[in-house]
């Protein structure tokens, strides 16, 4: 029996990996605020992972063979895991994202060594407890995040994982609103704006990343990993699948120039290349099986 924490996590893609973690025999402690209990059979730890006195109260003793942080956001955030549970965990599993590509623009799938942690300068001194400021950094706040374990800040003694998740969809409990967005708009033949130039990106399922996390957990690599499903999808292709599924839908894309675009849409490409994963053993879908699938839960839940 591996004993697992899980910071975060009640939600979406978070619930499926707590429900494998137990179904597979672990020990799972969730720590969280206290706003939502976790599935039956975990274990709860009340605690604000902001606050590191309040941390540390809620672990008192315990340790673990491995924390998978499902809302580490900031290097602040990061910095308070780094001491806290240096000495309580044997391995870190940080949920990135591929926004950390952000500022890239290749038409090609990119790697993980586009973006070394390692390189990245950090700035604890940002104002990273601003909701506005973080919500317009949030790809900047997951690069120095990751930063942070992979240089131990703090005083961290044990091996960092991060794990960039594509973009995700599906699941009858989709939060998002992005797929929802396409249908509302394709019933009603409401235009869908984009940029004129519309850049493509990987993604995965809600079930695949649940499964890629939980399969990592039981892995000793360590570094940087891409999770995306193989294939990429553009906005276009994404619209026809859902429009498939609304008999008298249309599909009406106004491509625009600044402003605000619809979700999904993108200037720059969000290609991942799922190459590493691959080779250390993991078994991607490709996207484009199981699009109709996540479009059609999303339009049961909107219809």
Known sequence: MRDVCVIGGNRYFGKRLIARLLSAGDRVSVVNRGSAAPPAGAIHLVADRDDEESLERALGSRTFDVVVDQVCYTPVQAAIASRVFAGR??????????????????????SEDAVDPRTVRVDLGLPWNDPEFLDTHYGEGKRQAEAVLAAGAGGA????????????????????GRLAHYAERIRSGEPIAVPVVNRPATYIHVEEIANFLAWTVGEEFTGVVNAASSGVLGTEELCEVVASHLPGGKVVLRRVVGGRFSPLSFTRSYGMDNARATRLGFAFTKVHDWLPTAVTSTLGRTS
């Not at 391995?91 to 590509?101: I, K």
């Open 157 to 176: 003694a044990f091996p960092c994982v991060a794990v960039r998740v594509a973009h995700v969809l599906g699941g009858d409990d989709d939060f998002t």
């Open 89 to 110: 965990t044997r391995r870190y599993v940080m949920t990135s994202t591929v926004e950390v590509y952000e500022h890239l623009d290749s038409a090609d799938l990119v």
